[in-house]
Each structure stands twice: as structure tokens, then as C-alpha cells.
């Protein structure tokens, strides 16, 4: 039988033909990967269903408080409401909190979270956010920040820090207004109460934000200042969402990010540092009445311009009158302001002031001072 031969350049011509089709379909491979999405939007309807997005931050439905559907719709960087009927009492809970989280919720953990850490080994917390708002709702823009004695990441939290971005119809946070504070560069009306399972301390914007960039540790270390936290407490998560009582379908968290930078030894909370300021609180103390001189010290390299010194005083303390600084409100967490003529604390300096005040049941001291915003050390 004759043997077929090789045909060199038949070989060659197919197999040059075999590479172009080949480099034709990688071509076409790679322009249908470079136009497609990074991630397919992904709807979730179960009562705590939830999804990851960014291989980071996790998705949560968490209808709660309702037995009506909702169904929240993950994108890339963030959600959107895609249903949310029914409607609850206003003068009562919420009915869902969708939202989208950093940390640990109920055991459900989002991938490599820094979260539960220890508020004195946290150096900052910085954070971005976007809302998207609808006007045929009501409900309100809530972004939550939770601490707890221990490093849990299941059930409820001891403390809950709530930061009202906005609010549309006629709803209120938990408790009553305690006064107001400028907390990482805004002001907000302050709200404290509890639920009946943990404490919780409210900062409500005068007029909505719809996207800001801030540092979550500005308002735990408010937190600690105001005796409802500790700095030997833990961060176990935080979270930007929506608490709606009224409809909210086309509410949107357009984007979301949160980083958790423990370390870093100059984090005034930090036991091992050196405290900015020092707090001396001396009383004298009779039936229902007291006064109280409170004298301020300045440990850092640098003066301290414009003093002021916040505090929360005990449940049912109020101050009758005040000396060499004003101290407002009467009650609750307060703030003294230095004199005019009398701004300044040098460093290694101190300035004094003191206050006439009434008080019911057991007498008690503050627990916690911050001096301009940081952390002071009691004496």
C-alpha cells in the first residue's frame, strides 16, 4: 500500500490560518470581557437575606418589623430599595433597616472585616457615603455605628450610635433631645433614650446630607465622652442604610466604603498613650445640692485655643448657676465655653471653673470628659 506523503506547505498554510482564527476568538474574548459588568446586580427578598459586593462589604434586606415584601436590589458599589410595601404607626418602630455593613451582624460577618476591635486600638475609621432620596416615603437615611462590652458579632449590642442623614415625614429617633454638639466639623441635635435591649444615642442632621466623607471614630469617642461606652469596649460594626415606617421603594445607597485602622499609638483613647488633657472634678455635696469645681489641665506640646470642655452630667443633676465659664444646657450632656478674655490653655496649663447645681436620688459624678473634642483623663 503506498504511503501518503507530507505536504509541508499545506501544513504551514493551515496551521497559520488555525492561529489567525484562533487570535480572532481571543480578541473578541477579551473586548466581551472588558464591556461586561464587573457584577451583576442582584435582588434579595428574603426577610434577613443579604449578598456581598466589592468581595468586602455585605447587603442586608433585614425586614424586621413588617410581614409585607421588600426586596432590596445590590449593585456594585451600593443598593436601592427595589420594593417596600406596607406601612407601620410612626409613633412606633420601623418596619426594615436595609442596609449595607462593614463588620458583624447577627454571626453574619463580612469578609475580611477588621471588626469586633477594641475602640482603644482603633487609630481612625474613615468612612464615605451616598444616598439617593425619594419624597413618597416616610422614613429616615441612618447610618449605625455599634459598640458593645464585648467582642460579640451575634445579637444586640449594648450600645447603638445612630447618625440621621435625613428624615421625611413625621418620625423622631429614640428618647429625647439632650441638647446639641458639633461632632467632626457638623452640628447636630442630640438625641438620647433606649429601647428596652440596648442604649441608644442619636445625632440628627438639621437638613439632609446626601454624601459625606467623616471619621467614625469622631463620633464613638462623643459616645465614650458621654458615659455609654468605653474606651476597653469594642467596635463590632458599622452600617449605612435606611429606616423606612411608610413605602421607600427607590431609596439607594449609591456607594459605600469603610476601612478600620487599628494601631497606631497616638490614638488618645489608647491606655498606653499619654492623655491630652487632665480632668480634676472636686464636689461638695449636700440634701439635694452640690457644687462642683472642675479644673482643666493641658498635657499636649501645644495651647488649646478656644476651650471648651463636654460632659454628661448623672440623671437628675441640673445646674442652677455657673462661674468663669458658661455651661449649657442645664442638664444632660453639656458643654462649659471658656469667657471671652479666658479662651486660651497653655501647654502644661490649666484653666478652672465651676457650677451650683440640684440633684435627686444618689449623687454621682461624670465618667467621661473631652477637652475640644479629645479625650480627657479624670483625676
Not at 449590642?157 to 445612630?162: A, F, G, Q, S
Request: charged share 10%.
Amino acid at each position: 500500500m503506498p504511503r501518503l506523503r507530507h505536504h509541508p506547505r499545506t501544513l504551514r498554510t493551515v496551521s497559520a490560518a488555525l492561529l489567525t482564527a484562533l487570535a480572532a476568538l481571543a480578541a473578541l474574548a477579551a473586548l466581551l470581557t472588558a464591556t461586561a459588568p464587573a457584577q451583576a446586580d442582584t435582588t434579595v427578598c428574603e426577610q434577613y437575606g443579604s449578598t456581598v459586593i466589592q468581595g468586602r462589604y455585605i447587603v442586608q434586606n433585614n425586614r424586621w418589623g413588617t410581614s409585607a415584601t421588600q426586596c432590596v436590589t445590590a449593585t456594585d458599589t451600593g443598593f436601592r430599595v427595589a420594593q417596600a410595601d406596607g406601612s407601620v404607626p410612626t409613633n412606633g418602630a420601623p418596619k426594615s433597616y436595609p442596609s449595607v455593613f462593614n463588620g458583624c451582624h447577627y454571626t453574619n460577618c463580612s469578609p475580611g472585616t477588621a471588626l469586633p476591635a477594641r475602640i482603644s486600638g482603633i487609630a481612625n475609621a474613615p468612612t464615605s457615603i451616598s444616598y439617593g432620596y425619594v419624597d413618597n416615603a416616610v422614613y429616615n437615611a441612618s447610618y449605625d455605628i455599634w459598640l458593645d462590652p464585648t467582642p460579640r458579632t451575634d445579637g444586640v449590642n449594648r450600645t447603638e450610635i445612630m447618625i440621621w442623614f435625613n428624615k421625611v415625614g413625621q418620625i423622631q429617633p429614640i428618647g429625647s433631645q439632650v441638647g446639641t454638639a458639633t461632632v467632626a466639623g457638623r452640628t447636630w441635635q442630640v438625641w438620647s433614650g433606649g429601647n428596652g435591649t440596648n442604649d441608644v444615642l442619636s445625632f440628627v442632621a438639621p437638613s439632609a446630607i446626601s454624601s459625606w466623607s467623616f471619621d467614625v471614630m469622631d463620633f464613638v469617642r462623643e459616645t465614650v465622652a458621654r458615659g455609654l461606652a468605653g474606651n476597653d469596649w469594642y467596635l463590632t460594626s458599622i452600617q449605612a442604610g435606611f429606616e423606612p415606617w411608610q413605602n421607600g421603594a427607590g431609596l439607594a445607597v449609591h456607594s459605600f466604603s469603610s476601612t478600620v485602622n487599628t494601631g497606631g499609638g497616638s490614638n488618645p483613647g489608647d491606655p498606653g498613650a499619654p492623655a491630652a488633657c487632665t480632668v480634676s472634678y472636686a464636689t461638695n455635696i449636700w440634701p439635694g445640692g452640690f457644687t462642683a469645681n472642675v479644673t482643666v489641665t493641658n498635657n499636649g506640646p501645644a495651647a488649646v485655643e478656644g476651650w471648651q470642655l463636654a460632659f454628661t452630667l448623672p440623671s437628675g443633676q441640673s445646674i442652677v448657676h455657673a462661674w468663669n465659664a458658661s455651661v449649657t444646657p442645664s442638664s444632660g450632656a453639656v458643654t462649659a465655653t471658656a469667657p471671652a478674655g479666658n479662651t486660651r490653655i497653655a501647654a502644661g496649663g490649666s484653666q478652672s471653673f465651676g457650677f451650683q447645681g440640684s440633684y435627686s436620688g444618689a449623687f454621682a459624678r461624670p465618667d467621661a470628659f473631652r477637652l475640644n473634642g479629645t479625650a480627657c483623663r479624670t483625676a
